[in-house]
């Protein structure tokens, strides 16, 4: 595991330490030691922690004027015994709703596990992103961590599933990315929206 860094290539675009309003703004990084676990296991120290003990990420991008964020996770998401989607929610969400963000997409590439809990954070960001006509994408999870989400109702909340599971998305740059998803979710509710009962 502490061969995988977040993705870098659109550090041209955007460094989540270099901006003013970004939850991790100031945070300094080392090339060299490797101090951040998730278990046993060291991951590599440009993984950005927020709290929790076995989740860590990378905001790789954020549009002001857009309103949208990306970002990228790794290590296990436990909602069972770390409660990680209230650290999430206080320590990242909410200080980005506060500066006019609202859509979220999270790469899950490298989330090895979900185990669920109550879904009452999921509920309350869901309400804020919805007041603000945004949204909130899981992408690219591991096909049995979305069965877990789905098993713990977290699919009622959020977009999640296969039209999210296999996205290619490193060769674009990150607003083709974010135009991309917006689309099939645009297209998703419409084909909701269409179903004759």
Not at 131 to 157: K, Q, T, W
Not at 168 to 183: N, S, T
Request: charged fraction near 25%; proline fraction near 4%.
């Amino acid at each position: 595991m502490h061969s995988i860094e977040p993705y870098f290539r659109w550090r041209d675009d955007y460094i989540a330490s270099e901006d003013s309003n970004s939850p991790f703004f100031g945070r300094e990084h080392s090339e060299f030691y490797y101090t951040k676990k998730v278990y046993n296991h060291l991951i590599h120290p440009q993984w950005d922690d927020f709290g929790s003990d076995t989740l860590y990420l990378k905001v790789l991008f954020a549009d002001y004027d857009q309103h949208y964020v990306i970002m990228e996770l790794i290590g296990e998401w436990n909602d069972t015994l770390h409660n990680d989607v209230s650290y999430l929610k206080d320590y990242v969400i909410n200080p980005m709703l506060e500066k006019g963000i609202k859509s979220f997409i999270l790469i899950g590439e490298n989330v090895f596990n979900f185990h669920g809990s109550d879904d009452a954070y999921y509920e309350e960001w869901v309400e804020e992103v919805d007041e603000r006509e945004g949204f909130i994408c899981f992408v690219n999870f591991l096909p049995h961590v979305y069965s877990e989400m789905e098993a713990h109702d977290v699919h009622h909340h959020v977009y999640i599933g296969s039209i999210f599971a296999t996205v290619a998305w490193r060769p674009i740059k990150p607003e083709h990315f974010y135009e991309l998803i917006r689309q099939k979710i645009e297209d998703l509710d419409r084909d909701v929206l269409n179903i004759e009962y």
